[in-house]
């Protein structure tokens, strides 16, 4: 696509649900970022995946949160048992592998856990 | 590892005056600098960028400083209008495998009319 796309745009879930945020970056873009906006705030890195490397999960705040990339491409987000401090914009963004760019984000998932 | 700090968190200007962002960054090593522009319920979007073999670049209304002697950047925009009102991140990286972006605090910009 054009863009990084994510969905859903809005998801409000109970507290104690899982949930799972999609990202599709741009097409061959290799590497993808994960981060998160708590409201008003700044930007919190949560993992990056480049390529068919492990995975860099520093960022990934509790076990409740992981993440996984398919083929390459699509990366899904998953939180278990949500709880209230997990309501943020959790953004995507993507980069070509090669040379030193800016990333293009995602409009992002805005999540609100009630 | 490399920490960026921005300021001012908030800064409100009136229509056609400039506004000014000046970010710092601590690791030396870092040679690549990208400002973006977040609108409300939007993700944030590059608007220019800067590499360590230039000190300044212009694009238009904005311009972006680099002192690599002092380890700072700046974000300069002109003839300010009420659509550049939006929040500001600044960014350092240094352009290896990973070119991990790390982002500055953010400034949130008003353009009075």
């Known amino acids: 696509g054009a863009g990084v796309s994510q969905s859903p745009s809005n998801k409000v879930t109970e507290k104690g649900k899982d949930v799972e945020l999609r990202c599709d970056p741009i097409?061959?873009?290799?590497?993808l970022y994960w981060y998160r906006q708590s409201l008003g705030q700044g930007l919190e890195f949560l993992i990056y995946f480049q390529g068919n490397s492990a995975p860099d999960k520093s960022g990934l705040p509790s076990d409740r949160f992981s993440a996984e990339r398919t083929g390459g491409s699509v990366s899904t987000l998953t939180i278990q048992r949500t709880q209230q401090e997990d309501s943020a914009v959790y953004l995507c963004?993507?980069?070509?592998?090669?040379?030193?760019?800016?990333?293009?984000f995602g409009s992002g998932t805005r999540l609100t856990v009630v | 590892g490399e920490n960026v700090e921005q300021h001012p968190s908030t800064l409100s200007v009136q229509e056609g005056d400039s506004a000014v962002i000046k970010c710092t960054y601590s690791d030396s090593a870092s040679n690549y600098f990208p400002w973006y522009k977040q609108e409300l319920g939007k993700g944030p979007q590059l608007i220019i960028d800067?590499?360590?073999?230039?000190g300044e670049k212009k694009d238009q209304r904005i311009a972006v400083t680099l002192n690599k002697t002092a380890k700072h950047f700046s974000l300069h925009i002109t003839e300010t209008q009420p659509e550049d009102s939006a929040v500001y991140f600044c960014a350092a990286s240094k352009g290896n495998a990973g070119n991990m972006l790390t982002f500055g605090g953010g400034t949130r910009l008003m353009v009075k009319p």
């Open positions: 963004a993507s980069r070509p592998v090669a040379g030193n760019y800016g990333y293009t």
């Open positions: 800067i590499r360590s073999n230039v």
């Open positions: 097409s061959g873009h290799t590497a």
